[in-house]
């Protein structure tokens, strides 16, 4: 069983930065993707961006040149720094992991992006 501790969300100002955090922990045999979904009120649940095992990254077209993910292996910990952030980015994102043969995901924190 993995557990994930979110942290990182919060209230800001058009323009703004946050950083995200996600640390896993429990069992851990090998992670094989770690990566961030958000869900803003009545839209569905989508990607933000994902980081593999191999350091390879996808994120979605509306955060590219915006956000950034990072992995410490060591840490088993995942980051998404988000910059230049949007009232449209307000949403509350959901840390993800997907370590074989099972998904796992946070709790969400909030983000708010006032304008």
């Known amino acids: 069983q993995l557990q994930l501790v979110e942290s990182g969300g919060g209230l800001v100002q058009s323009g703004g930065s946050l950083r995200l955090s996600c640390a896993a922990s429990?069992?851990?045999?090998?992670?094989?993707?770690m990566g961030w979904y958000r869900q803003a009120p009545g839209k569905q649940r989508e990607l933000v961006a994902d980081i593999n095992s191999g350091g390879s990254t996808n994120y979605a077209d509306s955060v590219k040149g915006r956000f950034t993910i990072s992995r410490d292996s060591a840490k088993n910990t995942v980051y998404l720094q988000m910059n230049s952030l949007k009232p449209e980015d307000t949403a509350v994102y959901y840390c993800?992991?997907?370590?074989?043969?099972?998904?796992?995901w946070g709790q969400g924190t909030q983000v708010t992006v006032s304008s």
């Open positions: 429990g069992i851990i045999f090998r992670i094989n993707a």
């Open positions: 993800h992991v997907r370590m074989w043969p099972s998904e796992y």
